[in-house]
């Protein structure tokens, strides 16, 4: 009983942190539950728990969302993440798992200093849906690389929210149709990725309650900053 206890409150907090800046909540899961279960048990368990969370965003900020932008991202995003999914089984996730951690700091630094942006523009939206579909397929944490793509576009917090999640829920309802199809899903891990991710909506409402009256360039540099965090939690913690 304590598991789900801890799993519980572990699920609010992510959605508190993922509410509020966009990613994050992959990223605080996943560690967690594989302690639990082990990473083939979480990947899958945290997807079904994210899926729901992300589209509690999308719904809160359905008025704001940039369809255009998410349709354009999902371009390529879509068949990648199809891709990354199947070569889940047999990718070292651990090893995996900590170099993108590695890059993922590296950007957060550079942000944070300002000596270089993603460009503005229809590449930047395909390319970036490519490599962010991949990785999530394949590790279940692509938060932050979705996230920086969808900063690139300067959006006030609540479309910037809402418009990430969107992309995001797409991303894993394929990721959860191809697990699957590769046995990787079954009724229990569906069921203890929907309890998780109710406690992720109660975490997102709360957090999309306040994220309004926030300054634009001080949330940058906030979610710059919880991108380092967790990110070396993650490392850590795999």
Not at 89 to 116: D, E, H, N, W
Not at 202 to 209: D, E, Q, S, V, W
């Amino acid at each position: 009983m304590s598991m789900y206890i801890i799993l519980v409150l572990v699920g609010f907090f992510a959605g508190l942190l993922s509410g509020a800046v966009g990613f994050g909540g992959g990223m605080i899961l996943l560690p967690v539950i594989t302690y639990f279960y082990g990473v083939e048990v979480a990947v899958p368990v945290s997807t079904i728990a994210q899926l729901m969370s992300n589209l509690s965003k999308s719904g809160m900020g359905f008025k704001e969302i940039q369809w255009k932008q998410v349709g354009r991202f999902l371009i390529l995003a879509a068949p990648f993440t199809a891709l990354g999914a199947f070569g889940f089984s047999i990718v070292p996730k651990q090893l995996m798992t900590r170099i993108l951690c590695v890059f993922l700091i590296l950007f957060a630094v550079v942000k944070l200093t300002g000596k270089i942006k993603l460009p503005q523009g229809k590449g930047t939206m395909l390319v970036g849906g490519g490599i962010t579909g991949f990785i999530n397929g394949l590790l279940g944490i692509s938060g932050p690389l979705s996230s920086a793509v969808f900063l690139t576009l300067e959006m006030a917090p609540v479309a910037y929210i809402a418009s990430e999640a969107t992309a995001a829920a797409a991303m894993h309802i394929i990721k959860a149709v191809m697990y699957g199809k590769l046995d990787l899903m079954n009724l229990e891990i569906f069921l203890n990725g929907l309890y998780i991710g109710f406690a992720m909506i109660a975490g997102n409402f709360l957090a999309m309650k306040t994220i309004r009256k926030i300054n634009k360039k001080l949330y940058q540099r906030l979610v710059a900053g919880v991108m380092i965090a967790v990110s070396l939690w993650l490392f850590i913690s795999v």
